[in-house]
């Protein structure tokens, strides 16, 4: 498995292959996003596309994620959504995310999702909050 960030000029050819793993993404709980927002802040260049992809090239998640600076001046990864099927396979490239976070100056990543994610990601900070649970690990 493999991550490929998906260029802004080539978002709305990549849609119709990821938009529905993201669109399933935002309809779990917790998530205060929907796949027309999210396409738009990639679009704009708010936020990043990325693929998540099996050995053979072919698409088996989809995540958007974007940089934040907080009001300290720190910069923070968020995971805005995540969604695909087989996530056992693929659960490892978070690793490459962080590794994408720590090359553009970010301290963190951080996400909202599910309680039982916190036995997955033992390196994760995990404490409640009003749409599920907030993760969040220092780079």
């Known amino acids: 498995m493999r991550l490929a960030m998906i260029p ?14 993201i669109a399933r993404a935002c309809e779990r ?39 934040r600076e907080q009001a300290n001046g720190a910069r923070s ?10 996530s056992n396979a693929w659960l490892h490239t978070l690793e490459h995310v962080e590794a994408g976070a720590r090359h553009v100056g970010c301290e963190t990543v951080e996400f909202v999702g599910r309680r039982a994610w916190e036995r997955l990601l033992p390196s994760y900070f995990a404490e409640a909050c009003a749409t599920g649970t907030h993760y969040s690990k220092r780079l």
């Open 8 to 21: 802004p000029g080539a978002i709305l050819r990549a849609w119709p292959d990821l938009g529905g793993m």
């Open 77 to 86: 990864c968020w995971i805005l959504a995540l969604g695909g099927h087989r």
């Open 29 to 67: 709980p917790g998530c205060d996003h929907t796949e027309t927002t999210l396409r738009a802040a990639c679009l704009a260049g708010a936020a990043a596309l990325i693929a998540i992809l099996d050995n053979d090239g072919r698409p088996v998640a989809a995540g958007v994620t974007q940089v």
